[in-house]
């Protein structure tokens, strides 16, 4: 395991973990004060994309990069993990880059607004996602 992605992959989850946390208590306290200073994070916060079937996106975001985070833990300290671990991480890394790129296309589309924090954490996923390919590509064949 190259220890420079895996703590890079680390450091990433935990920025997208404390956005996502940060955008949830923003979205259900609906306080404006936590935009510091942008217009466009009201705008898609209170936009009928910052829900899915009642549940704030931002839950999403912690449940995702928790549970990259959880893998990551695990992966040095559990046989199981440390042989799937890669691979579960590529996994989630996938799906959570496909709902940022759509995310980023409601943004800029639909919204023609842009969150700095919403930026941040599709920043965050999108390379999580780069650095879980490059683990999968550089993992050692058994």
């Avoid at 990551?72 to 579960?88: H, I, K, S, W």
Wanted: glycine share 8%.
């Amino acid at each position: 395991m190259d220890k420079w992605f895996y703590r890079a992959s680390v450091a990433l989850a935990i920025l997208g973990l404390l956005v996502s946390i940060y955008m949830t208590i923003y979205k259900l306290t609906s306080d404006d004060r936590m935009c510091v200073g942008s217009g466009d994070c009201h705008t898609v916060n209170a936009s009928r994309y910052s829900e899915v079937n009642g549940v704030p996106v931002a839950v999403f975001g912690v449940i995702g990069y928790g549970a990259i985070l959880a893998v990551l833990f695990f992966e040095p300290r559990n046989r199981f993990f440390g042989d799937n671990g890669t691979l579960m991480i590529f996994g989630m890394g996938l799906f959570g880059f496909l709902f940022t790129v759509w995310l980023v296309y409601v943004e800029l589309v639909l919204l023609k607004a842009l969150c700095p924090f919403c930026v941040t954490s599709q920043i965050s996923m999108t390379l999580l996602f780069v650095l879980a390919v490059i683990r999968l590509i550089k993992q050692p064949q058994s």
